[in-house]
């Protein structure tokens, strides 16, 4: 028996998508990825669809709005907030309707902690991820509205086993030291590791399956490990040869690895073969069993398609789906 939720070789999406219309890329979505669709993010809405506003608008007691400079902790709700809240709720409107009847395997996202606190200002205007204190407020409640998000899309619908992908893309800056702050002039002290975990781990609801993914060159993959994340999402073609060993530490302690594997922006997609290639050739160098690739290893495109055409979007989670079946096929039989 797997000890992975999803069905062997499936596919899936980052998550956010081009466009204003829920109901059609929802459509898409279930229809080309049936073993394990999402709720896409469609930031082209304007205030609130942003991945920020979105996640930040989940906050327990610590309301937002949108200053200049991008989003900001203020006294009270304003309109930002509620077109951040008006959007969702559409979204899970949407996805009641559309999920209709649905038994399966479903995935949210949301904003991680550290990527929030180095996008989100105090009320004093310096980067949240200045502060501590902060920091870990916001994590608090972060995880508070995560938990009550999560509760509303079960309720949603109900026959869905819904797994959560916290989006950090921020936090390999976060540990490097490289967030400038909120002037521009200087940089914010790096954060040792773990305080990266254990800040992260607050978020990481411990009923649901999680994955954190990071589309950004050095994954901190033992951090996220630390944290309690039961899958990895990264981009394949920012991986290095010197990440391989934390990669199969992390695959051999049994986190579940989601490798993008086609471009997120418009492209000519090649074919099915050459898009697993990177995950099958990956597998043989760490060495380990050929059948249970298909298991363990998830296809997605590289990061979001919020920059993509909804044709390119709809051909590349396709094609996602049917790379994946490949990897069910040993290479050591084919080359017999």
Do not use: N
Not at 177 to 191: C, D, E, K, M, Q
Request: hydrophobic letters at 45%; aromatic letters at 6%; glycine letters at 10%.
């Amino acid at each position: 028996m797997s000890d992975f939720p999803w069905e062997a070789a499936s596919a899936t999406g980052v998550g956010s998508h081009s466009g204003e219309d829920q109901f059609e890329t929802l459509r898409m979505v279930f229809g080309e990825l049936p073993d394990l669709p999402y709720l896409p993010e469609l930031p082209d809405r304007g205030v609130g669809a942003d991945m920020v506003g979105r996640t930040a608008s989940l906050l327990i007691d610590m309301p937002v709005e949108v200053q200049p400079s991008g989003w900001r902790f203020a006294d009270r709700p304003g309109r930002d907030v509620r077109r951040a809240r008006d959007h969702l709720s559409r979204d899970l409107d949407a996805l009641e309707e559309v999920a209709q009847g649905f038994e399966g395997r479903l995935k949210i996202q949301v904003c991680g902690p550290w990527t929030l606190a180095a996008a989100v200002e105090l009320r004093y205007g310096d980067k949240t991820l200045a502060d501590p204190g902060a920091v870990r407020d916001l994590s608090e409640s972060l995880a508070e509205g995560l938990a009550a998000h999560l509760a509303a899309v079960r309720s949603r619908v109900p026959g869905a086993q819904v797994l959560v992908q916290v989006d950090e893309p921020g936090l390999p800056g976060v540990l490097a030291g490289t967030v400038p702050t909120a002037s521009g002039f200087g940089r914010l002290a790096a954060v040792e590791a773990p305080i990266a975990a254990d800040r992260l781990s607050v978020v990481l609801p411990a009923e649901a399956f999680t994955i954190v993914h990071c589309c950004a060159p050095e994954v901190p993959f033992e951090v996220l490990r630390t944290a309690g994340a039961r899958g990895i999402s990264v981009d394949a073609g920012l991986l290095r040869r010197r990440d391989e060993d934390r990669i199969g530490e992390a695959i051999e302690a049994g986190t579940a690895l989601f490798l993008g594997v086609v471009p997120g922006t418009d492209a000519r997609l090649p074919d099915i073969g050459v898009v697993a290639k990177p995950a099958r050739e990956l597998w043989g160098r760490l060495g380990f069993a050929p059948t249970e690739l298909a298991e363990q290893v998830v296809l997605t495109p590289a990061c979001g398609l919020a920059g993509a055409s909804p044709a390119y979007a709809r051909a590349a989670l396709a094609r996602c789906r049917e790379a994946a079946r490949v990897l069910r096929e040993d290479p050591e039989q084919e080359r017999r």
